[in-house]
Each structure stands twice: as structure tokens, then as C-alpha cells.
């Protein structure tokens, strides 16, 4: 094994553009983990997730000449589309996730068992950290960002009015940041 | 939008996010590319939220990785043998992602059905080509018929025909025929359908008397197949005072020479 090279974002993506499988090969190792902890998220099955996630690199790899580096950072869109790919299979299959706004410790639980030297994040530090998020701001951010829901559907969700989404989201992804010191 | 206006919307957050709708999303991107405060804003939102997911992320089993690489490497593979390269002995094992397994399986499954119907509607056709030989030929005997029974029915019908009738004799009490003369032309036609059938080597002959002696009047078709009742055309007579209709050997005789079975007079 080579010494892994640490690429910046715009390197790795005119990498990726020439289809340079090492380039790809760091992109899974930076990023596999956080995109199968969506995927776990929305189908709760650890098999289905690894299924689906290698289904998604499988597709960032062939469809990457359709990123656009000037719409937004590269792991969104990685992320976006695995949980599109997430959220299909589930319809496809049929299934009927009830939505775990509140199983954060499911997940928590789940992470300690199949965590590895590998993750390059202080997860646990983290973690501790987000539980300063009020309860009300992290659903929204979860609603949005794990489960796909549309804007109208996070109205509904936790009833507010439509037009209200926007700044509640605005407002807890600041208090994310603050918390995250990604200001 | 204003620049600030854009920043604390939340539209930035909703794109990032991908729930954006589409008129949202050019706003963000008409924003981002006019000002580079947009720009960085989005980047800070969506480090933001690289580090929230990164939180909750499940290292996947090792071998997910090799799978991925098998994949993409045989798609590679497949790419350079465009060529079609005969299959090396003990070549790796290629993983044919499942689409592709499924058109392969949807493909089969529609070959079969295919040859199955293609079966049923050759036999379906063999059948009906058969069906439409047995009709055509039966049409064609139809016709002929037809034919026989028209050109009989205009001799019978037509208003020169002069009928006569003969009558069973001694050999043939129940034996009849029929004679039409035609007054225009002076032809003779029999019908000699209520004849018994001939025995074998023997052939009914007719007679006609002219001045009390009987002359040749033609032999008449009774055991071709089809003809046996047709109304047949004869030998034509000058005066004519009786028919008769003897039963001789077969091709027929100078002078009557078996049993007569009908006769009449004119």
C-alpha cells in the first residue's frame, strides 16, 4: 500500500474527471464512511447500506463528469446522490420507514460497534459537541439532510408554515456551525 | 437578490442540503457566481455539514471497496476489448452488474416466448394453408360442377330444346332418359342420369331411328368420374323418328347389338 496522498478538493476533482482510480481510491477512504452513515440512516439495515453505497460509488465514478465544481463542494453532491440512490431503493422496495427523528442513539450505538481506526473525525468528540444542538434545529437539519424530505414535507413534519423552512434552517445549520466553528 | 439577502435566507442551507427546487437553485447559482461571499458562504455551510454527517459515519466492511474497484476495473476491461478477444482459459470470472444480468434474463425470456409464438402461428399458418388448398380444390370441383350443370341447365332451358322422353324397356323397367333436340341447330343431347350404372367393359350407346333403321347416335359417358349425370352433347341426326339407348360392349357397335333399355319417339 502507498502512502495515502492527500489531495485538495479541486486536484481530486480533475483527477476524477480522468477517471484516476487512485484519486478514487482516496475519495472512498475519505468519504465511504460518512456517506454509508446516510445510507444506514434512511435504511437501517447494514447490508442493504453497503449494497446501496457501493452502488453510489459505482455511479460517482461513471456519472462524474456531470459534478459541476461551481454549483457547491464536491462531498454534496456525493452525498445528495447517494441518498437519492438511498431513498430510491427504498421506494423501489417497498419499504415504509418510519421516520427516527429522535434515534440518534440507535445510531450511536450502531457507530461504536463498527467504528475503526479509519475515521479520520473525532466522531465521538463530535457528537458530544452536537448535543448542544436544540432538539427543534437538529430535526430540521436531520429532516433535510438524512431523509430527503422536500421543504413542504418538513413543514408538515413538524408544523410550521412552508415559507418558515428556509429560516429555520438558516438558523439551525448557524448554530451548527457555531458549535462546528465553521464560520 | 442582494447579496446579504441571499446569505440569510436559507436558500444556501436548502441547496446544500439538495431540497432546493429548481427556481431556488438558479437563484443560489446566479448568486454564487456573482459574488464570491456567496460562494464561500455555501462552502461553510456545506463544511458544516460534512462534519455533522461525519459524526454519524459507519466504517463499511472491508471488502465493500474491492467490490467497487472489480466493478469499475471490468467495465475498464470491457471497454479496451472492443475488439472481441476470444475468452482466455481461466480468465477472471467477469461480474456483470445486475442490470445487465436482468436485460439478459428479460432478453432470454422474450427469445422463448418469441419462438414459442413463432411455433403456434407456423403451425396456425400451415393450417390455414392447408385449409385454403382443400377450399381452393373444392372450389374448383365446385365449379366444374357448376360449369357441367350451367351448360345443362342452358340446354334444358333454352327455347329451341325439343324433349323426349325414354322410357324403361324390358331390360330396364325403371330405367329413363331424356333427349333434347335442338330445333335451330339439330343437336342432340341426352340426360341419361336416371340410366342405370354401366357393368364393367360394358358402355350405353344411342340410337337414332332414321327411316325405321337405327344409326349410330354416339356413346354416352356414365362411368367417368363427375360426368355420369351430365347432359351430354350426341351426334346430330337429319329426320329423326325415334331414340333408343342399348347397352353394348365397350366403344360401341356398327348396329345394336345388346338389350335396349329406354326408348321414345320424336
Redesign the interface.
Known sequence: MEVTQKYGEDELVILLQKQD?QA??YL??NY???L???I??LVEDKTL??DI??EA??KI??NFSSYDK????L??WM??LT??LAIDTLRSKGYKKQNKISG?EN?VN??QD???G??K?D?MG??KQ?SNLKPDQRIV?DL??FN????DE?AKEIGIPLGT??????T??LE??RI?Q?? | MKLQDIISSGLLELYAAGIATEEEMLEVEEGIAQYPEVAAELKAISSGMEAYVNAYAIVPAAGVKEKIFSQINTVENGKRNTVGKSQVPGAKVIDINTFWKLTAAASVVLLIASIGLNIITYYKYSEADKNLLVATQTLGGLEEKNKIMEAGMNVVQSKYSVPVSLKGQQAAPGAAAKIFWMQNTGEVFIDPSNLPEAPEGKQYQLWAFVDGKPVDGGMILTSTKGDKYRIQKMKSFGKVEAFAVTLETEKGNQSPKGPIYVMGNM
Do not use: C, H, P
Not at chain 1, 461551481?70 to 463542494?73: D, E, P, T, V
Not at chain 1, 430527503?148 to 421543504?151: A, D, K
Not at chain 1, 423552512?165 to 438558516?170: F, I, L
Open positions: 482510480q478514487f481510491s472512498y477512504d465511504a464512511s460518512a454509508n452513515g446516510i444506514f440512516r447500506s453497503e453505497l457501493q460509488f459505482i465514478w461513471n461551481s454549483k457547491g463542494r462531498f454534496t452525498m445528495n441518498r437519492n440518534d445510531s450502531n457507530l463498527t467504528s475503526s479509519m475515521d473525525f466522531s463530535i457528537r452536537l437539519i433535510a439532510y430527503g424530505f422536500t421543504q418538513i423552512v428556509k429560516t429555520r434552517m438558516r439551525a445549520i451548527l456551525r462546528l465553521y464560520t
